[in-house]
């Protein structure tokens, strides 16, 4: 008896009011890094904090950030 696979939902439409949810995993020399990184704060950020600036610099470097800044 053949068995289908079900047909995963489409994706919703993107929605702008909301944030953006992201899963990031990171492993080996990065985890390490990221993990010192934050242990070495006074007080710690919180992991989505200090993703959160490194996106921001990396698009700003790209010249993706801020959006509309020519």
């Not at 985890?31 to 490194?54: G, H, L, S």
């Amino acid at each position: 008896m053949a068995v289908m696979a079900k047909k995963r939902p489409a994706e919703p439409e993107a929605d702008d009011t909301g944030p953006l949810v992201i899963t990031f995993r990171c492993d080996g020399d990065l985890r390490t890094a990221f993990e010192n990184y934050r242990k070495a704060q006074r007080v710690p950020p919180t992991k989505t904090d200090v993703m959160t600036v490194a996106l921001q610099e990396f698009l700003r470097e790209e010249g993706f950030y801020p959006p509309g800044a020519d």
